[in-house]
Structure formats: C-alpha cells, structure tokens
C-alpha cells in the first residue's frame, strides 16, 4: 500500500464492492468500480500537470460526485488538499490564497475565479475541472512542516483570522476508525447526505467510503425532496445540520421515513424542541454528534438520545473527554469547565503559525473553545461558546472578516458584527455600524457591497447605524 492512505480506501472499496452504489445525484448513480475509474483517470491527468506531493490544492465544486472524484483524485497525487465551497467569490479566494499559499485550484466550472490563471479543462464523465495555478511556486513547499499531509481545512471563516488544520493521511484513517465504533456503518447502508460537502468531508465521506456506505446526495433541503430521496433509496442515516432536520420536522405530510436507523444532528447545537418536533413527525429520536476539525466526531450521543436529545452525548470509545479547570485538569460531575478531548486522530499541525499539534495541547489535551458540563455517567452538555463564532445554517463564520468588509467602505468608521436568533434559520447575521461625521451611507447598498464580496451567508441581513460600539477596557469590542 502506498503511503497515500485516503486514496487506497477507494480502491480497496472498488475490489471489495465494486457493482455497490457508491453515489446517487443528479446524474443517477454511480458505482465504487465507476468511482474509483473516474478518480483515478483525473489524477493521472493532475499527475501529468505536475500535482505531486509537497504541493497544496485546492478542489472547488458544487455538492455532488464531481466534488468526490476530484477530492480523491488530488489527495492521491500525494498533494494537501483543500475542499473550497463553490459559493466563495474573488475576494476570499483572494484571501485563502494569500494565507494557504496553494499552487493549483481545481474548479468545476460553478464559478471559477477571474484573477486565476487557466491552464486547460479536464473533462470527465459528467462536466468537467478547469485546471488553474496560482502564483505561488512549485518551489516553495507546502507545510514542510509535517509528514504526510492529506488535508487542509481553517477552522472558521475564510481568513488569517482563522488557522490552517493539516491532517495527514494516518490521522484521517484514526478518526474514521474510530468513530464508526459508534456509527457502525456497512456496505448495507445508505447515508442521505444534506451537508456542504467543502465544510464537512473526512469523517463522513472519507469513513462512508472506506466502509461501502452509498451516498445520496439532496439537490435542496425541500421535505418532501428529502424524504423521497431517502424512501426511493432506502436511506439508513440522515447526516444533516439542525436547520434542516427542523424543515424535515415542520413537515406537513404525514409519510414516514421507515427505512432510518439514525439521525445525527451535527455543525451546531439542536434545540430540544427540534427534536421532539422530529420525533413526532417520524417516530425517530434526533442524536447529537460533536464535530471538530481538529479532531474529528469524538462525541456522539449514542445512548441518550431519546432522554437528553440537546446532549452532544458521550465520549466516542477510544477518546478521553473532560470538563477541565483554569489549570486544565479534570473537574468533577456536575462542574462546567473548558471541554477537552484527548484521543486518535488529532490534527497534526496549524499552517500559520507553523506549529505542531504538540505545541497545542494543554496536559495532552486538545482545548475546543467550548465550554461545557458532564454527567457522573459522561453525558457531555455544552453550556456555552468561549469564542465569538457564529453559525449560520451549520457553517461558522468570524465577526472579524464580515465587520473588515463593511469597514473598507469609506464612509464607515467601525462595524460590530454579531448574530440575532431566527426561527428558521436559528440565527442571522446582523451589525452595527458607525459612520464618520458628516457622512451618510444607504443600508440596502452597504448590504449588497457585502453581498457582491462575501458568500450570501456571511453578508450581514440587518444593519444598524449607531453612535457608539461598546469596548473592552483594553480597547476592543465587547462580544457579549
């Protein structure tokens, strides 16, 4: 086997099941035979255009198979990957390049960048990748730092105000052992997928791939869309974020979904509400898992999801999860304190500053940002955020880069940005703005400004004019 693991779980799901549905879209379905043909004809393309290890690339698409074949076709040239939303515009490609420093962007045509230069188009089966390079040199390698890298994902944002995680190709095959412990996915399953695939890839994809489980994936977040794609196909698990278990449970219909074992709610907390909603919709308790990039899936709540549905659950078996002090030891049952993970899988290091994950741990332990409470019997509840993050639909955003947009407008003098409760979507993104004297700006243009250079999700949908921002007695915003 070679030393590129990720790639050699999808040849080895072409040997063991090669006539098995690796992937329903909107183009019908797919085999692991066909998968594996298809990503091993556009890596050899890549190979030939000079995508070798030491490299980074990033692989930009629209949800659906093409996302996956060039996922897996890039990380099997040996270079770092980075999955990029196809949502994103100039500007935070612009800033993405300028941090991650990648050498090649592989785009499906959804939105390729002007500024990019185009080398040629690589046609697959259905549609095709443009092949574009950067102006960073091939010369200067990408996280020297560590061993054999597969992935790259910031945590947040799009921005320096986030870091780069490198996982290597080890890491990723720890974590999607590890949490299928728990998932206990087969090649009998079929996952009905929801999520950004840019945002959400290593244990989900990777681990579906890995053990035979076919991908249905949803062309929108419609109910009823949903609930025929999981009848028609007869879906096993609903991967999805907590607003779109909350359309799936404002349902009118009355049609079950018979075929589900599970439905994991994951990317932001669930209400309870929701998952009583859920529940009496279709007869089926709404669990709780705990993503993290630089771990992986390492809580789950597998055994209380019917009492405790708000839960994020119990520690994965193979991770060590504890409520930690100001000195990060272990607090007692009952106290809320930091949430720290110890365990497999960890990421191996941040891009910038290039630290290893050594570096960055606390007693061995990972800190998330999180602070939370446990039970005598290791139920996990998350109790609050130590960080000023917002989630918008099960992707994090930084305050910090939508508030540097509104501020290189020149009539602004400060932004505060922050998010509001909504009832669908559970939170929008709203600010606070001041103007210098004597200037007047028009909301509705500042709104489209930042439209026109920020996803639609990050650009804010409310925006205030006040008089002052309070501040921290060191001078900076006051979040909360």
Same mark, same amino acid.
């Given at each position: ?44 393309k890549l190979l030939v ?230 529940? =009496?919709? @279709? ?8 993503? /993290? #990039? %630089? ?5 789950? $709540?597998? &055994? ?101 947009v509104l501020e290189s ?6 932004? =505060?940005? @922050? ?8 939170? /929008? #993104? %709203? ?5 210098? $004297?004597? &200037? ?21 949908q409310k925006l205030n ?16």
């Amino acid at each position: 086997m070679s030393k590129y693991l990720v790639y050699e779980l999808l040849k080895d799901a072409a040997i063991k099941w090669p006539n098995n549905v690796a992937i329903i879209d909107e183009y019908g379905s797919l085999t692991f035979e066909e998968l594996y043909f298809e990503v091993k004809f556009l890596k050899n393309k890549l190979l030939v255009l000079g995508v070798t290890n030491g490299l980074g690339i990033g692989v930009k698409a629209k949800n659906g198979r093409n996302f996956i074949i060039g996922l897996f076709a890039a990380v099997g040239c040996g270079a770092t990957v980075m999955p990029l939303a196809n949502q994103l515009k100039d500007a935070e490609i612009e800033n993405i390049l300028k941090e991650a420093k990648l050498h090649f962007i592989i785009d499906d045509n959804s939105g390729t960048s002007a500024f990019l230069k185009v080398v040629t188009e690589i046609k697959l089966n259905k549609e095709s990748f443009v092949f574009c390079t950067t102006n960073i040199s091939t010369n200067l390698l990408f996280a020297a730092h560590v061993n054999n890298p597969a992935f790259i994902r910031f945590t947040s944002g799009t921005t320096g105000h986030s870091k780069g995680v490198i996982v290597s190709h080890q890491s990723v095959i720890e974590r999607i052992e590890t949490a299928n412990i728990v998932l206990e996915l087969n090649d009998k399953d079929t996952v009905i997928w929801m999520l950004p695939i840019a945002y959400h890839f290593m244990v989900s994809v990777i681990l579906y791939v890995r053990f035979g489980a076919a991908i249905a994936i949803a062309k929108d977040f419609l109910a009823k869309n949903i609930i025929d794609l999981t009848n028609t196909n007869a879906g096993t698990l609903i991967y999805a974020s907590p607003i779109q278990i909350r359309l799936l449970s404002n349902d009118i219909g009355n049609e079950k979904m018979p075929t589900l074992k599970r439905v994991i709610s994951t990317s932001a907390g669930i209400g309870l509400d929701v998952c009583s909603a859920f529940k =009496k919709r @279709f007869d089926i308790n709404v669990s709780q898992a705990y993503g /993290i #990039i %630089e771990i992986g899936l390492p809580i789950i $709540n597998y &055994k209380k999801s019917a009492e405790m549905p708000e839960a994020v659950g119990f520690a994965v078996p193979g991770y060590t999860v504890d409520i930690l002090d100001d000195a990060y030891n272990p607090l007692p049952a009952g106290k809320i304190g930091y949430l720290g993970i110890k365990g497999p899988g960890m990421f191996d290091a941040y891009l910038l500053p290039a630290t290893l994950r050594k570096e960055n741990l606390q007693n061995g332990y990972f800190l998330t940002a999180d602070f939370a409470s446990k039970t005598i019997d290791g139920l996990i509840k998350i109790e609050g955020r130590s960080k000023s993050v917002i989630n918008i639909g099960g992707i994090k955003i930084f305050p910090e880069e939508v508030e540097a947009v509104l501020e290189s407008i020149p009539e602004i003098k400060q932004a =505060k940005v @922050f998010s509001t409760p909504h009832p669908l979507l559970g939170q /929008i #993104i %709203e600010a606070e703005i001041i103007v210098h $004297n004597g &200037k007047i700006i028009d909301v509705e243009e500042t709104i489209l400004y930042c439209k026109k250079r920020l996803s639609n999700f990050k650009a804010p949908q409310k925006l205030n004019i006040v008089s002052h921002l309070a501040m921290t007695n060191t001078g900076k915003l006051m979040r909360y």
